[in-house]
């Protein structure tokens, strides 16, 4: 498998890369992990699977994703939105316990981290990691 740079990947896919090389590649493009050096790798995928089990909150989509833009920030709702060119939205509501992506798809809202990720590669939304 070829890392492509900044693409995200589910926790499925990343068990998946085949030569450690290739994983410790990735695990340096997570924005947590960017820049650390991973000599042995055995011990990072450890480090990456709390990553990616952290409870999803809507403003990692911000924080860790680049081009992610917010709309809206009243109580209740906490909508974003990719950027124009992509026409790409993803809508959460705090009162609800499903979020819809690009309007037509719905899934109930992600415990962690990796079913957004997967979420969205099930729904065709590519994803980038933000390095900042």
Request: charged share 20%; net charge neutral.
């Amino acid at each position: 498998m070829t890392i492509i740079e900044n693409t995200v990947l589910s926790y499925v896919d990343f068990i998946g890369i085949k030569s450690f090389s290739a994983m410790k590649q990735y695990i340096q493009t997570i924005p947590s992990f960017f820049g650390r050096s991973y000599d042995d790798v055995l011990n990072a995928i450890q480090d990456v699977a709390y990553f990616y089990a952290q409870p999803f909150q809507p403003e990692m989509v911000r924080k860790l994703f680049k081009g992610w833009k917010q709309v809206g920030n009243d109580l209740f709702d906490c909508n974003f939105v990719l950027n124009k060119m992509q026409n790409v939205r993803i809508d959460f509501t705090v009162s609800e316990v499903t979020y819809q992506l690009c309007f037509k798809h719905t899934f109930n809202m992600p415990k962690n981290l990796d079913q957004f990720i997967t979420d969205c590669s099930r729904s065709y939304i590519q994803l980038e990691w933000k390095h900042e």
